[in-house]
């Protein structure tokens, strides 16, 4: 008991808090950029244009007077989230189960409880066992290839650089874990239980309305996913005979064929001045003869 008293007076350490806290942090911030990356990539279900458009402008391509953008803008976003997802990872691996033996008494308690958060929970565990090696290898690819992004790049890699079971699977895992672990902040910090909306119109408790979106969220996002996975695969599968050209909008063909045109007439007017001046230096040489030979006459004359 007196050991106890004393140990109770120990002051308590706040690290752990406050790492638990940076892990929210990283993780909320990850967890709603997969939303908007979901939602960008998805851009290419609407047409090659609207996905080139996308690219185009994460690229800044507004403020560059060529209209190519600068990839570096992609480089350091990339790197920004890959900054991010490391740090994410090397907080949440201290919760993970560090033997074989903890995790066995881990899935038997799992098995007895009959949780569907704590479920949910290994879930997350297995996702980002996944996502620490593929979700690497995919940063990776964009950190080193920050210009490669249009409809035909981005297919190209999906199928004649056979990247799409990698794609495939990392689809699943940052789906589920992304929205598995936003459901569980909010759950963790109790964002939604002071809202008044919540409780109104006999809605549900906080956990069981939060679950039912997750849930709507998560197929939503996988559909869009599975969707745009397979418009990719549609494109790379045409775009086969013609690797690592890059997409023309239809913009672009427009402009180009203005270009060349405007070309073709400048060239026009060009020989038609020469062949104009021609004409006049021959015009010229006549007159000048016509004048040497009146001249010539005149002067026959006088004699």
């Known amino acids: 008991m007196e050991s106890l008293i004393i140990n ?48 185009k402008t994460m690229e800044l391509s507004f403020l560059s007077s060529t209209g190519h953008g600068y990839p570096a803008a992609v480089f350091f976003a990339v790197l920004g989230v890959f900054t991010l997802f490391i740090i994410h990872a090397a907080l949440g691996v201290r919760k993970f189960p560090i033997s074989w033996k903890q995790h066995e008494i881990f899935r038997s308690q799992m098995g007895m409880m009959k949780h ?6 290994y879930i997350q565990v297995i996702t980002a066992f996944i996502m620490f090696f593929l979700g690497s290898a995919h940063l990776f690819v964009m950190l080193t290839n920050p210009g490669q992004i249009d409809p035909y790049l981005s297919a190209d890699r999906v199928i004649s650089h056979n990247m799409w079971p990698l794609y495939l699977i990392l689809l ?18 109790g964002w939604f239980d002071k809202v008044r909306w919540f409780n109104e119109n006999n809605r549900p408790g906080s956990r069981q309305y939060l679950k039912m979106l997750k849930k709507r969220l998560t197929i939503f996002f996988l559909a869009l996913g599975l969707l745009a996975l397979l418009v990719f695969s549609v494109i790379g599968i045409r775009h086969k005979d013609r690797v690592g050209e890059r997409y023309n909008s239809g913009h672009s063909t427009v402009q180009t064929s203005v270009s060349v045109k405007t070309e073709a007439l400048s060239e026009d007017n060009i020989d038609n001045a020469a062949m104009a001046e021609a004409i006049s230096e021959e015009n010229t040489d006549s007159t000048d003869a016509a004048s040497v030979e009146k001249s010539t006459t005149t002067e026959e004359k006088a004699e």
């Open 8 to 55: 109770d007076k120990i002051k308590k350490s706040r690290i752990p808090a406050r790492l638990d806290l940076l892990q929210s942090g990283t993780g909320l911030i990850l967890g709603l950029f997969m939303w908007v990356h979901m939602m960008l990539v998805g851009s290419i279900v609407l047409g090659k244009d609207a996905f080139n458009f996308v690219a």
């Open 116 to 121: 569907e958060d704590t479920n949910l929970w």
């Open 172 to 189: 699943f895992a940052v789906e589920l874990h992304g929205t598995i672990g936003l459901y569980r902040l909010c759950m963790k910090w």
